[in-house]
T-cell receptor
């Protein structure tokens, strides 16, 4: 969905480096999410935010942190990247008025060497 | 915690054959959503089911929500090469909009 953008689209980094993935949306949605996708494991929720002052841990938040800088921006940080954080990361948005339908960004492929 | 399992993990069919993927939750769901992810793409919303026993159709796709609201299925009639991709179910637990995604079924269609 072009209304949800992610940067960078691809990133290769080394163990121990700090990495930030950014997500922006022009849909005007109040809710934003970060997922990671690994083969055979589906999409697993890392963090989610229901508005600018709200941050919630998902099922796999260890090793990650987030910041909701504005309604339209939600960034994911890996303070000290490790190889098992190599994955495809998706940002998504939703609006409570739309019954929870989530709109995904194009994804960021992260490789940690 | 709540878990949503999908089977099969992978299905390879000949074009024109039917395909079904099944989704089972460990807890009762308020709704079930289905998403499709094309190879190299991102998940895209297909449909949402809310009512117990609900059945919805989109052309060749038929979606069902179980009577107990703990399972769901997606059936594709006469598959086409454009159906290739991974199909995810996602269970909604209430007003939080938070979804628990299933593990996905990768569908390959041979022409």
């Amino acid at each position: 969905d072009a209304d949800v953008t992610q940067t960078p689209r691809n990133r290769i980094t080394k163990t121990g480096k700090r990495i930030m993935l950014e997500c922006s949306q022009t849909k005007g949605h109040d809710r934003m999410y970060w997922y990671r996708q690994d083969p055979g494991l589906g999409l697993r929720l890392i963090y989610y935010s229901f508005d600018v002052k709200d941050i919630n841990k998902g099922e796999i938040s260890d090793g990650y942190s987030v910041s909701r800088q504005a309604q339209a921006k939600f960034s994911l940080s890996l303070e000290s990247a490790i190889p098992n954080q190599t994955a495809l990361y998706f940002c998504a948005t939703s609006d409570i008025r739309l019954a929870g339908t989530q709109y995904f960004g194009p994804g960021t492929r992260l490789t940690v060497l | 915690g709540q878990q949503v399992m999908q089977i099969p993990q992978y299905q390879h069919v000949q074009e024109g054959e039917d395909f079904t993927t099944y989704c089972n939750s460990s807890t009762t769901l308020s709704n079930i959503q289905w998403y499709k992810q094309r190879p190299g793409g991102h998940p895209v919303f297909l449909i949402q089911l809310v009512k117990s026993g609900e059945v919805k159709k989109q052309k060749r796709l038929t979606f069902q929500f179980g009577e107990a609201k703990k399972n769901s299925s997606l059936h594709i009639t006469a598959t086409q090469t454009t159906d290739v991709g991974t199909y995810f179910c996602a269970g909604g637990g209430g007003a939080t909009n938070k979804l628990i995604f299933g593990t996905g079924t990768l569908l390959a269609v041979q022409p």
